[in-house]
């Protein structure tokens, strides 16, 4: 009885796996969509009833998809400790202490349960990629981190110099200058605070030049090494 549902709850290329793992993945859905309709301000008392209904549903089935997890583990504790594991008890969690305290928003984690979507067997070769990738690339995405926040520190710094006296109330400091730098070196340029020198726009035209390197950067890395994974899984193939 274990092993058949093992099979079910774990072996998501059987056919039962599949649609067990679509009812909770639909499940999940739902939940997060009866979560958001809680928050309309004009619910009628009739909605609110349904929507508390639900709630206890989802968090039964949750409690048992829990409990089921955990018996047909191999290294019980090794789940309850794992990443999947803790999402899975933060998705009852709030349930069972709302008399206590307050963390029905803790609930929009059950957002990371979908990821077990990806252990279906069309996903594993793209993950497989991924996972070669990441240790081709490992060592250069550390490089650029380590550059950007110098980069980031060196902004901070010179739009501080150069804007601090003309606009003291938001440069008052390196530190409240690194919001500008950030999103300057990002390019996202949310326009809430700006240089007004003309030492601070000259400065703000060469770290725009800079951060389109940094968003470009991490792309082509990636792009590479995808490509390079390609190539080992092929050899692995040969």
């Known amino acids: 009885m274990k092993k058949k549902i093992r099979r079910i709850v774990e072996d998501n290329t059987s056919k039962r796996g599949k649609i067990f793992d679509y009812f909770i993945q639909t499940l999940i859905i739902l939940s997060l969509i009866s979560f958001s309709i809680e928050t309309l301000p004009n619910n009628s008392i009739r909605t609110i009833k349904l929507l508390n209904v639900f709630e206890t549903i989802c968090v039964i089935i949750f409690s048992l998809e829990y409990l089921l997890r955990i018996y047909v583990s191999k290294k019980p504790l090794k789940y309850i400790f794992s990443f999947y ?11 069972y202490l709302q008399g206590a305290l307050d963390l029905r928003a ?47 520190f060196f902004a901070s710094a010179g739009i501080y110099y150069f804007e601090n006296e003309a606009q ?5 400091s390196i530190f409240h200058s690194a919001w500008w730098a950030i999103v300057t070196l990002t390019t996202v340029g949310y326009g809430d605070v700006y240089p007004i020198t003309v030492g601070g726009k000259i400065f703000t035209f060469f770290i725009l030049l800079i951060g389109v390197g940094i968003v470009t950067i991490p792309a082509g890395l990636v792009a590479t090494a995808l490509s390079k994974a390609r190539e080992i899984e092929d050899k692995q193939k040969e």
Do not use: M, Q, W
């Not at 059950?110 to 990738?133: C, G, M, P, Q, V």
């Not at 003291?168 to 008052?172: C, G, K, L, Q």
């Open 85 to 95: 594991g803790f999402i899975d008890l933060i998705a009852v969690l709030p349930f």
């Open 106 to 152: 803790i609930r929009v984690f059950r957002i990371f349960r979908i990821f077990r979507s990806l252990k279906l067997i069309r996903y594993n070769k793209a993950l497989h990629r991924f996972h070669i990738a990441a240790g081709i690339v490992k060592e250069e995405v550390a490089l650029f981190l380590i550059v950007t926040c110098i980069f980031i």
């Open 168 to 172: 003291p109330e938001v440069f008052s």
